[in-house]
């Protein structure tokens, strides 16, 4: 069965490389990491001109804590988003509201 929304294939899991899908699906993620990252450093860059050097060691401390909140915050999205997707495709709203 073929899901066209606005002319648009939605069936493309079922149809595309993996290989492919792969990459289409990564490289909007990694580039977003590549931009937080890079904010980071011309944040750091800036703190560094116009504070000094202790304003540095205090992002050096906070740097990894912020990264550790990111990560679970992102372990929530993915495994929240994962679980109400197989739910909705059992047609099972008691099991995402359970979700939510």
């Excluded at 993915?78 to 939510?100: F, M, Q």
Aim: hydrophobic share 55%; no cysteine.
């Amino acid at each position: 069965m073929e899901v066209f929304i606005n002319g648009v294939d939605h069936n493309i899991f079922e149809k595309e490389n993996v290989g492919k899908l792969l990459m289409k699906f990564s490289i909007p993620a990694i580039v977003s990491l590549l931009v937080a990252e890079l904010y980071n450093m011309v944040d750091t860059v800036f703190v560094g001109r116009v504070i000094g050097g202790n304003a540095i060691g205090a992002l050096v401390v906070v740097f990894p804590i912020q990264r550790i909140i990111v990560a679970i915050s992102m372990m929530i999205a993915i495994g929240s988003s994962t679980a109400i997707a197989r739910n909705n495709g059992k047609k099972d709203n008691e099991g995402i509201k359970a979700v939510v």
